[in-house]
């Protein structure tokens, strides 16, 4: 039992039961997944009953919920933004390693009711707006409710300058050149015992091979990496490849075209 205090916070709850903070929140409100068995134990450490649960039901709203809410636009849900699943995976992984859960939340341009729920039932302690727009009404929501936010501003600053909101087709450039600026690790996968069975494909692994060796990369690893670009080393190295842009980049590369007006 907790003792002859009539209240106690959950950070003493969560401590004493050696749980989270998160969990004994949780386990007060009947919201979330918690189990029968753990709630008990909350509710038999703070003292009272089950049909008594406004009592601490009040005490969880006013402290911390140890709750982070993600906000992401509507319509990106019909788009595939890798760049987009990068930050969710960088935010959640931060949130934990500071004790926090992120709740994701998604909003319209005039649609925040999602949110305004959130906040109104003191779920959240913190908001993160994945983009904001020069007149936005998540915005205008979190300075009503007085919660704390951040915005992820990679792009906002110079649309701000432009004085306007991004085309999805913007968003979907400044996606994928994010996303893909970075060679992916599948890349590097080593390749040991190649077997082919199909003579077109041999005889182009087989010219693969013969330039590893006229390039000197015969005694490196057999990569797709490597696979991908023996090409243009080779080009390179005979002296063929013109107006070369040298970059510390590994990836980088710059196309020039010239083009004919009719």
Request: hydrophobic share 40%; proline share 2%; glycine share 6%.
């Amino acid at each position: 039992m907790a003792g002859k205090r009539d209240e106690v916070t959950i950070a003493e709850v969560a401590e004493a039961l050696n749980i989270s903070k998160t969990t004994v929140s949780r386990a007060i409100s009947g919201k979330g997944r918690v189990s029968e068995a753990t709630r008990a134990r909350v509710f038999d450490y703070i003292g009272k009953g089950r049909q008594d649960a406004a009592a601490p039901l009040r005490t969880a709203q006013q402290g911390p919920t140890n709750n982070l809410a993600l906000v992401i636009p509507k319509h990106f849900m019909r788009l595939d933004l890798p760049f987009l699943r990068k930050c969710m995976g960088g935010v959640w992984n931060m949130a934990a390693q500071r004790g926090y859960d992120l709740l994701l939340c998604y909003a319209g341009e005039t649609d925040v009711g999602q949110l305004e729920r959130q906040l109104e039932s003191h779920k959240v302690d913190g908001v993160i707006l994945s983009r904001t727009m020069l007149h936005d009404e998540c915005v205008q929501t979190l300075q009503r409710h007085n919660v704390p936010f951040v915005a992820i501003v990679f792009c906002q600053n110079y649309f701000k300058s432009e004085q306007r909101d991004p085309t999805i087709t913007e968003i979907r450039l400044i996606d994928t050149y994010w996303s893909d600026h970075c060679r992916h690790t599948t890349f590097g996968t080593i390749l040991n015992d190649v077997k082919i069975d199909d003579e077109v494909v041999q005889a182009a692994f087989d010219r693969y091979m013969a330039l590893r060796a006229e390039t000197g990369r015969d005694k490196k690893n057999r990569t797709l990496m490597d696979l991908a670009t023996i090409g243009a080393k080779a080009l390179k190295q005979r002296g063929i490849l013109q107006n070369l842009d040298e970059s510390e980049e590994i990836n980088a590369c710059t196309v020039k075209i010239k083009l004919v007006w009719i």
